[in-house]
């Protein structure tokens, strides 16, 4: 209709109207977001047809979708779980080319799984609604034992695997398990103290070693009854992923059979081809490798392949070697990546898309051109949240946003998420003293907490809360938003979206700091120290000092040099130059590795915490700016005694 409009009306010959079709349909794509729009809607829309059909016919558990796919002709003889070949440390081309991986196609993952279920039913009484800690690492085995948990109708924990002594012992019990299933490959986690506690709570514990496994192997399988699998709510827990612990100890998120549907919805939307091979370095344990990665290619019958862990000199070699068609990152992954020396690999490989979370707007343009990535799908999304959001791009117009909303969908979801000011001083939403009610900030940069909408009658079908944890479940909830009696969940990011819709990821609550009576980003510090070509990591955080409001901005550096006169310059330089005076870091600290998690977020607990008191900082060498001079100088007791008697003002 188009094309009949312009030869028509404007007398164009077709050889002119059919491009500037395209483009005034391109243009208006670019502006209204439709085709992005409606990809959200069908996916989300055939999924839930989908999920709403396996309600009906009782096959709410996921071990049903595993069993269909590995029964039927289409997809039974196909590969689902791959393992990478090792690359060597002094890796060619060609040794590379030779390398093979080790394939399970979903009929022989299925057949592994009854045997494991078999395994678990007979010798620990695994049955219906148990809960079991799986604490393993990246490895088909985690699949295994984790759908053969499911098979029984029981529940599996997923445990971080770098987990020890506490954090570890706190986990199982608030997932009040009885059973541990652990990796041998981490059995020293099972020291003879866990031992003890885990006995006088009455919880098992299993080592998945080699002979284990043989010995499971040899196991007749049997494929449980319906009766034992169960038929579960939808809204009923499916498995528990604890959160990271970055400021306290871990809590066990609630992921209900509803919500593990949204892998589903994934593998629509990302429109996966029926032989993707989708590279994943990201932990198990995690709801992005659990879910995004392992969830998402069981929905669309295509292979995963489960890198055993990340490293920037070998990804995509690695994944080269693996014939990855699509990979997967988050965190800081794709800056370890353009930071590190050229490979053989990094145009030779079959990536079309990159797909995953946090990939910096500095770093986005730099990752897509040196790698030869097609498209990049960022997304946003929690592990307990109630929903997501996504932005595809194949071009610069997306760069830095974690998710546009176009027409079409701003009008179909006004008010289900919104912008709302933040009280860095309270750590909560700001409330306006004469109604009581939050602001929504313009959508024109502006910076406020994102806060997604609840029905305050059923807040559970959306947030299912922490597993046995009420108190944190209710703190994430503000009520009385807007209106008396509405719900909304609080993300804790804060977040600012522009005039085009994007949305873009500012900060963590909490890693927003206050100092000199303004807010300070870490993330925007980050940012502009992270440009210095000295600086290979950067970790920004606020410390408190003795005599002064707020927290001074510290930034905890891994260098490429040594801090001499020459670097600590031209970093004053490039912080003075970059951020407005209060959000200049007050300190540097040189150390010698991050701290991070299992999904390579910093951990900034533990140096808050120590502050920059040399009694607290060790051997890491300290620096400040310096009152007098103006530029980064070493920073000792001298200087923390005239801070802490009052001498010195910053």
């Not at 070693?209 to 034992?228: C, F, H, K, Y």
Request: aromatic share 8%; with cysteine; glycine share 8%.
């Amino acid at each position: 209709m188009v094309i009949q409009a312009l030869t028509s009306n404007t007398g164009l010959p077709l050889s002119l109207a059919v491009p500037a079709a395209a483009a005034g349909l391109a243009y208006l794509d670019a502006r209204t977001q439709l085709s992005q729009d409606l990809d959200v809607l069908y996916a989300t829309i055939k999924s839930g047809i989908q999920f709403k059909r396996r309600v009906k016919n009782n096959k709410t558990n996921l071990f049903h979708l595993l069993e269909e796919q590995a029964l039927s002709l289409k997809n039974g003889h196909k590969s689902f779980l791959v393992t990478p070949p090792e690359i060597p440390k002094d890796y060619t081309e060609e040794i590379v080319k030779n390398l093979k991986t080790t394939e399970y196609t979903y009929k022989q993952t299925y057949d592994l799984v009854l045997k494991y279920a078999t395994y678990l039913k007979q010798e620990h009484g695994v049955t219906q609604n148990d809960v079991v800690a799986l604490d393993c690492t990246n490895k088909p085995l985690f699949v295994f034992a984790w759908f053969a948990l499911w098979a029984l109708g029981a529940r599996p924990a997923f445990i971080n695997t770098s987990l020890r002594g506490e954090g570890l012992l706190h986990c199982i019990k608030i997932s009040e398990c009885k059973l541990l299933l652990l990796d041998a490959q981490i059995q020293d986690a099972l020291t003879s103290e866990l031992s003890s506690q885990l006995e006088d709570l009455g919880v098992g514990a299993t080592i998945l070693d080699n002979e284990l496994q043989t010995r499971v192997q040899s196991i007749q399988g049997r494929r449980p009854t319906d009766e034992e699998i169960g038929k579960p709510d939808q809204q009923d827990m499916a498995l528990l992923i604890f959160t990271s612990g970055t400021t306290g100890l871990p809590k066990a998120a609630s992921i209900t059979w509803l919500r593990f549907n949204a892998s589903v919805t994934l593998a629509t939307y990302l429109h996966l081809r029926p032989d993707e091979r989708y590279y994943s370095a990201l932990p198990l344990y995690h709801s992005s490798g659990a879910q995004l990665a392992v969830g998402t290619n069981l929905a669309n019958g295509s292979a995963v392949i489960i890198s055993s862990h990340f490293s920037a000199r070998t990804f995509f070699a690695s994944a080269a070697a693996s014939r990855a068609t699509s990979i997967q990152y988050i965190g800081e992954m794709c800056r370890y990546l353009v930071s590190s020396p050229p490979s053989p690999f990094d145009k030779k490989h079959s990536i079309r898309m990159a797909f995953g979370n946090g990939i910096r707007p500095d770093v986005w343009p730099v990752f897509k051109s040196r790698f030869n990535i097609d498209e990049i799908v960022e997304f946003y999304g929690a592990t307990e949240s109630p929903a997501a959001s996504f932005v595809k791009s194949r071009n610069s117009f997306h760069e830095g946003s974690i998710g546009r909303r176009g027409t079409l969908l701003q009008l179909m979801s006004r008010g289900i998420s919104q912008l709302v000011r933040h009280d860095v001083d309270t750590g909560a939403p700001y409330r306006d003293p004469a109604t009581g009610r939050c602001e929504v900030v313009p959508e024109n940069g502006s910076i406020g907490e994102l806060v997604m909408k609840l029905d305050p009658a059923a807040i559970r079908e959306s947030f299912a809360g922490y597993w046995r944890n009420e108190s944190a479940s209710n703190s994430k909830i503000i009520r009385g938003a807007f209106v008396d009696g509405d719900a909304y969940f609080r993300t804790g990011d804060l977040m600012r979206r522009d005039r085009h819709g994007h949305t873009f990821f500012v900060d963590r609550i909490g890693d927003t700091f206050r100092w000199k009576g303004e807010n300070v980003s870490t993330g925007e510090v980050e940012k502009v120290v992270s440009a210095d070509k000295a600086v290979e990591e950067v970790n920004v955080y606020g410390v408190e000092l003795p005599g002064h409001d707020g927290r001074a901005g510290c930034a905890a550096l891994m260098l490429r040099e040594e801090p001499g006169k020459d670097v600590l310059e031209r970093l004053a330089g490039v912080v003075k130059k970059g951020l407005p005076r209060y959000a200049v870091p007050i300190f540097l600290r040189v150390v010698a590795s991050m701290e991070t998690t299992g999904t390579s977020k910093y951990t900034k607990q533990g140096l808050r915490t120590q502050g920059v008191d040399p009694e607290k900082t060790g051997e890491d060498a300290v620096f400040w700016l310096s009152p007098q001079s103006g530029m980064y100088e070493r920073f000792g007791k001298r200087e923390w005694e005239g801070i802490v008697g009052g001498q010195t003002k910053l």
